[in-house]
């Protein structure tokens, strides 16, 4: 029986497209029982608070940065989206006169206009984001030196080699509408992946590359980004691959409840649990990784209680 059409665009491939009990065993889930979908390489955990989910995801990049040395550098790939734990990384550095200086830093992603990386002066820059928020209220006799910072760019090439000799200890990331993690998002219901999407084997083999965004991931990002202003937000990214996640030791997925809904954030915890790998939802393709551990704020899971509002 052929897959369904998205229900959101038909044009691509998206979680909508899932099997009807799959679905419904997923909006079922409580949260004590989302809990205890925990398994070998597998980690749910919940925070009470947002300040203790936050400051939890700040000591990620401590405690990796603590790692490193001249001799074995050590490094953390982080997200934008969600912000708020940044300020934090660079207080806590400041506070324990920790230096950095041979620790490294990966952006996930930027986005991708007319030919090129969107530039540090664009509002929407993920580069200027993080180095805003975190790495310029960083002490200088403690920061890592610019060399340091690896930012996608439209040539991927020295991004790329930047993984080789540097061991990323944590991959941190949120969690998108349409399930991705970084912009790895679905592909397009066209040509050769028209009647499926592509074989999770497939998949894994992207590396950092120019993608298109599902509409989706556009409309998300003008909500929380861009006031609402989808005009604003390019459709096309630079985005951290799976060859990239795949280095990194530990995939940290952190869920607040403002950037994925009540069933995307049961969804891939879901899938990744139960070992059951679709790329019409890329973050499942974790369900192979051996280190993955989701983050919940507690009061941001929600319900998928039908509600009218």
Request: net charge neutral; charged share 25%; proline share 7%.
């Amino acid at each position: 029986m052929p897959r369904k059409l998205s229900a959101v665009a038909p044009e691509w491939w998206d979680y909508t497209t899932l099997d009807d009990d799959l679905v419904r065993a997923v909006a079922q889930l409580t949260p004590e029982r989302l809990f205890r979908l925990s398994r070998p390489g597998f980690r749910v955990v919940f925070y009470d608070t947002l300040e203790d989910f936050y400051l939890a995801e700040a000591l990620e990049y401590v405690s990796a940065w603590r790692q490193s040395t001249e001799d074995n550098p050590v490094g953390i790939c982080g997200p934008i989206g969600p912000t708020e734990q940044l300020p934090l990384v660079a207080r806590l550095v400041n506070a324990l006169e920790l230096n950095v200086r041979s620790a490294h830093f990966w952006g996930m992603d930027e986005w991708f206009l007319d030919g090129r990386e969107a530039p540090a002066n664009h509002p929407l820059s993920f580069e200027r984001a993080d180095r805003e928020l975190c790495f310029n209220r960083i002490r200088k006799e403690l920061r890592m030196p610019d060399r340091h910072l690896h930012f996608p760019k439209a040539d991927t090439t020295a991004y790329r080699q930047s993984w080789s000799g540097v061991r990323c200890a944590v991959m941190q990331g949120g969690q998108g509408d349409v399930k991705h993690w970084a912009f790895n998002d679905p592909v397009r219901r066209k040509g050769k992946y028209k009647d499926a999407p592509p074989a999770p084997a497939e998949y894994r083999r992207l590396a950092t590359r120019v993608v298109d965004l599902h509409p989706l991931t556009i409309a998300q990002n003008a909500r929380t980004s861009g006031g609402g202003n989808i005009a604003l937000v390019p459709t096309q990214a630079i985005s951290v691959g799976p060859v990239e996640t795949w280095q990194a030791e530990k995939v940290s997925i952190w869920h607040a409840g403002t950037h994925d809904n009540p069933f995307g954030q049961r969804l891939t915890a879901f899938m990744i649990a139960q070992r059951v790998v679709d790329t019409a939802v890329p973050m499942s393709l974790l369900a192979d990784h051996p280190n993955v551990q989701f983050n919940y704020y507690r009061r941001g899971l929600g319900t998928c209680d039908v509600e009218m509002h």
